[in-house]
């Protein structure tokens, strides 16, 4: 379409010629409307024009119709053609569009000392799919878990387990990491229950908390005990749940606090934090509060303390400078919205953000319960993560069980394992990120719909048929196309435009609702067009298909973090 436009109109050559996807034919364009408009032409005559120019060895057929819009059908030669090239490309046809940009992904972000919870699903799967999807556009991905390592609460948790010895033991003896950062729960629990109620004990962990950040050596000895078994703990639920973060990954909140002092200092010395009772705060000039006054960031509190605000500003400004970001992205819940407008604002301000640098607050919605209500236990407690992975598996394993019960158990167990996960999974992210979604396990788990179980059952369906037929021999671009082949192929050809729609939006369910897309098109070919008693050159053209469908609902179930059995 744009060499048709440079055609009949050169001066124009900058023009966008936006191309979809229509029900009308295989594409539309709308691109004669935009141009007459600035030509000062009818639409219909320079539609015509540009039809005319089209190339004949890619498109069969043109119809300009309505105001303008040209419905364009391919030709088939072409749409094998790409089929074939597709085939023949490791990176089915999908363009590199993120090279040499780094990208630093803040998420998943627990909290030492404390298990990990169903708050923590979105953030660690959504996350975790934008990692692998900038990583595949070639991006120099930065993954950035910022772990809850820091401040009052571990002065707390110490000074309880230095008073209560009996409660504690030694690291080396705490077995699994299940079963140990259970029992630090606990202990924190406990803590924060004293510290509430007695406030000597408060005032000794106070002064544990400055003993810690004075790096008194018994103190730190304790804390590098605990961080190092929760992280062992985390490690052991991003095994299982196949996420990419990894221990280099794990950057705490304790790795800025020498920064803290230079990061306010600096913001003193633009002028961008100003002193107020005895504090330092930034205050917005974007962004007021309900009694119409400037929204308050507390750069350092009025005791000199640092808090939640000064360590983001760390960071921000670390990420940037540092680490040299060119784009940056935080995956938190929308409730920390206006949190981090305030830290973008004063990052500007400050100078280290610029134009050339996009910041976004990759924000989602709430998990609900079957009540429609933030997801709780039955007894109103916080939903342990991997309680909720063992029932998803759980519920799996019988599903898959009961519709194969020849499956040896060993691979049972597999397959049990990644449905299980990818139900989870595919329930979080086939969801507008944005929107709240509830937790039904008998839906995510079903083998019909939307479901990562459907997907993964789609693919290896697929994979079945070709293990009957084989491999395919070269695709004859010659032969002519049915009409559910050329249904399937074209929405294969939409693979490359989902990924780049995902790197620009932020928005995982684009691509999950691709691959569902895909796999009812490719039900709708193999129940059309036989394969395996087909003639050549059909067949081994339909065997093409059935492997660029495999290969491409493998590859974009694994940019969702989601695994793709060959048999279930």
């Known amino acids: 379409m744009s060499e048709a436009i440079v055609r009949v109109r050169p001066d124009m050559a900058d023009a966008d010629p936006v191309v979809r996807r229509s029900d009308r034919a295989d594409f539309q364009s709308n691109a004669a409307l935009p141009l007459a408009k600035r030509a000062g032409v009818p639409p219909v005559g320079l539609g015509g024009e540009l039809a005319r120019c089209l190339d004949t060895e890619v498109i069969a057929e043109v119809e300009v119709s309505g105001p303008g819009f040209l419905n364009i059908t391919l030709a088939d030669r072409a749409v094998w053609a790409s089929v074939a090239a597709r085939l023949a490309d490791d990176r089915l046809g999908v363009p590199v569009t993120e090279e040499h940009r780094r990208v630093v992904i803040d998420y998943s972000a627990p909290n030492v000392a404390k298990e990990m919870h169903v708050g923590h699903l979105r953030t660690t799967i959504i996350g975790d799919s934008l990692a692998r999807i900038f990583g595949f556009l070639d991006a120099d991905v930065v993954r950035a878990n ?21 409660s504690y033991w030694h690291t ?28 000597e004990f408060a005032d000794r962990a106070r002064t544990r908390v400055v003993a810690l ?48 002092d230079d990061t306010i200092a600096e913001l003193v010395g633009t002028g961008v934090a100003v002193r107020s009772e005895g504090a330092v705060v930034v205050l917005s000039e974007q962004v007021t509060g309900p009694d119409d006054r400037p929204a308050v960031l507390m750069a350092r509190k009025r005791d000199g303390g640092y808090g939640y605000d000064s360590t983001d500003l760390a960071t921000i400004r670390y990420r940037i400078t540092a680490l040299g970001a060119d784009r940056l992205l935080y995956v938190t819940d929308s409730r920390q919205a206006l949190h981090f407008r305030l830290i ?48 998803a598996e759980a519920r799996v394993r019988a599903i898959v069980a009961e519709k194969n019960p020849e499956l040896p158990e060993a691979e049972l167990d597999v397959i049990s394992r990644q449905a299980g996960i990818g139900a989870v999974k595919y329930a979080d992210l086939s969801t507008s990120r944005v929107k709240d979604y509830t937790f039904d396990l008998d839906r995510m788990t079903a083998l019909n719909g939307n479901t990562g179980v459907y997907l993964q059952y789609a693919h290896a369906r697929v994979r079945a048929i070709l293990r009957r037929t084989g491999t395919a021999g070269e695709v004859d671009e010659r032969a002519p196309l049915a009409p559910a082949e050329r249904a399937l192929a074209l929405v294969l050809d939409g693979y490359g435009t989902v990924l780049a729609e995902v790197a620009e939006t932020l928005e995982p369910h ?58 279930m």
């Open 172 to 199: 080396a003896e705490l077995g699994s990491g299940d079963s140990s950062v259970s029992a630090l729960d606990r202990l924190y629990k406990a803590a924060r229950a004293l510290f509430d109620s007695d406030a």
């Open 510 to 567: 684009r691509l999950a609702s691709y691959l569902y897309d895909l796999a009812r098109t490719c039900t709708g070919f193999y129940d059309a067009c036989p394969v395996a008693t087909a003639d050549e050159p059909v067949r081994s053209n339909r065997i093409a298909l059935c492997l660029l469908t495999a290969r491409t609902l493998e590859m974009g179930l694994g940019q969702l973090g989601i695994a793709a059995p060959h048999r």
């Open 146 to 166: 910022h772990l809850g390592d820091w401040g009052t609460q571990f002065g707390m948790l110490i000074q309880y387990i230095d008073e209560h010895p009996e």
């Open 213 to 260: 950040q004075a790096g008194d050596p018994a103190t730190v000895a304790r804390w590098r005990e605990i961080v190092a078994e929760s992280e062992r703990a985390f490690g052991a639920i991003y095994d299982r749940l196949g996420v990419l973060l990894t221990p280099d990954d794990y950057v705490g909140e304790s790795f800025y606090n020498d920064q803290l």
């Open 344 to 391: 973008f604002e004063t990052a500007r301000r400050a100078g280290w953000l610029t134009d050339e640098i996009r910041v976004d607050h990759v924000s989602y919605g709430t998990i609900l319960g079957p009540d429609g209500k933030p997801f709780k236990t039955r007894a109103g407690g916080t939903v342990r993560l991997l309680d909720l992975l063992d029932e």
